[in-house]
Nanobody
Framework: VQLQASGGGLVQPGGSLRLSCASSDLNLYSYAVGWFRQAPGKGREGISCITGRPMSTHYIDSVKGRFTISRDDAKNTVYLQIDSLKPEDTAVYYC??????????????????WGKGTLVTVSS
């Protein structure tokens, strides 16, 4: 199963990035897709997720208002828009897919497929 996260890079504080999560094997509209991140020296944390159909979006409190998760079914891609980036957003960002499409979870154990991460570095 191919699940690919992309879009990371070096950004100045206050900047924006849009991360993408695409798959050549899974129809993402029939999965719950979560975004996780792992900061240097820390564990991986769930930050946002989007259910299949009907679609709903969920965020942890610390990213509400700055992060926006969305899905483009025509492109079979889930996005994570990150605005007003802060140095503490520096992390490797991962996407994951869960066959239980109606359940959104911020816990790693619930996910069936994982992509390789994409590095986001926020620094001046």
């Amino acid at each position: 199963v191919q699940l690919q996260a992309s879009g990371g890079g070096l950004v100045q504080p206050g900047g924006s990035l849009r991360l993408s999560c695409a798959s050549s094997d899974l129809n993402l509209y029939s999965y719950a897709v979560g975004w996780f991140r792992q900061a240097p020296g820390k564990g991986r944390e769930g930050i946002s997720c989007i259910t299949g159909r009907p679609m709903s979006t969920h965020y942890i409190d610390s990213v509400k208002g700055r992060f926006t998760i969305s899905r483009d079914d025509a492109k079979n891609t889930v996005y994570l828009q990150i605005d007003s980036l802060k140095p503490e957003d520096t992390a490797v960002y991962y996407c994951a897919a869960d066959r239980a499409q109606h359940l959104c979870s911020f816990f790693e154990q619930g996910y069936d497929y994982w992509g390789k991460g994409t590095l986001v570095t926020v620094s001046s």
